[in-house]
């Protein structure tokens, strides 16, 4: 799997980033279940009386999240993050030095059913981030939601994990001296129902907001128009969060689960789009770097799928 990422700069982006990453990772997701589940029987417990002292404290840190967070280097170098990365495994390269004088917003494709490749090497050190772009800080944004569910907003903050809301990511862009880069998963919750093996279909061309491919996981056949898919993109409108049915191996055995494939994924990070700071973009303005970006996007893959065994005749579809 070829994850592949383009990566924008300026002193300052202005950006509208509802494009982001709607679920965290398999191992995250059943932490937020456990957090969510603790919290509910702390309630219920004779210790309820923490429970409502940690309640006054998320309304009073409702709004860190969107602040940059509260990330953490102990966190994201946990030791189990090498057995996540080894698990499939993962790696990062770069194609050309970022330097740290400027922020950066990175457009993170594809989104899959599960962003594994994002997590691995954005919010951890697993996969060397901070020695291959040094005097960077990557965050990756992710629906408010899941910092709504107790004691797992602070795990996931630790990890550099903040919200996708446009001040969240207006926050990190704007911030003086550089060095920050916001990493979105562009195609947001819809690409994640177009994720299956072999795919290789974006959700980029309508989605320009952010200006102004996935083999872990089979899935159940949902084409536009069927069914399923009309269900999912009504829950989708409603809720946020898509919801793909999806399965691939088991505990034990290889057949059927929802343990992802051990599949290689390889995140590489393009060449940087530099970007003056314009206060009013006009529509042609938003059109044109949205162009550029594409083009960026698509010589990335072009010049590195021959590595990673992807075939001369498949490219990248962008609906």
């Known amino acids: 799997m070829l994850d592949v990422s383009a990566s924008t700069h300026g002193s300052r982006v202005r950006s509208h980033t509802r494009s982001c990453s709607n679920k965290p990772d398999a191992r995250l997701s059943s932490a937020a279940q456990v957090c969510l589940a603790a919290f509910v029987l702390l309630c219920l417990s004779d210790w309820w009386i923490l429970a409502a002292l940690y309640a006054g404290w998320l309304y009073l840190d409702r709004d860190t999240p969107s602040c940059g967070g509260r990330r953490s280097n102990w966190v994201r170098s ?16 770069k194609t050309a030095d970022l330097d740290p004088r400027y922020n950066y917003l990175f457009g993170f494709h594809p989104h899959g059913v599960l962003v594994a490749g994002g997590f691995g090497n954005f919010c951890t050190e697993a996969s060397g981030f901070s020695r291959m772009f040094p005097g960077l800080t990557p965050y990756l944004l992710m629906l408010p939601f899941w910092f709504r569910v107790p004691f797992f907003r602070e795990y996931i903050m630790g990890g550099g994990l903040v919200s996708c809301e446009k001040a969240s990511a207006s926050y990190l862009l704007s911030r003086p001296g550089g060095g920050q880069a916001a990493v979105i998963a562009v195609g947001g919750a819809p690409e994640s129902l177009d994720a299956r093996p072999g795919a290789l279909t974006l959700q980029l061309l309508q989605r320009k907001g952010f200006v102004k491919l996935n083999e872990l996981f089979d899935q159940m056949q949902n084409p536009a128009g069927s069914a399923l898919r009309r269900v ?7 809720m946020g969060v898509a919801l793909p049915l999806f399965h691939a191996r088991g505990v ?6 929802l343990l992802p494939y051990r599949k290689p994924i390889h995140t590489v990070v393009g060449r940087p789009i530099p970007v003056a700071q314009n206060p009013c973009p006009s529509k ?12 960026a996007l698509m010589q990335v893959f072009e010049e590195n799928k021959k590595n990673y065994g992807i075939p001369e005749d498949k490219h990248l579809t962008f609906i």
């Open 252 to 257: 034990f055995q290889y057949s059927f689960g």
């Open 232 to 238: 999912q993109d009504r829950l989708q409108r409603m």
């Open 78 to 93: 946990w030791r189990v993050w090498t057995y996540f990365r080894d698990y499939f495994p993962i790696t990062l390269m």
């Open 284 to 295: 042609d303005d938003i059109d044109a770097l949205h162009t550029l970006y594409m083009e």
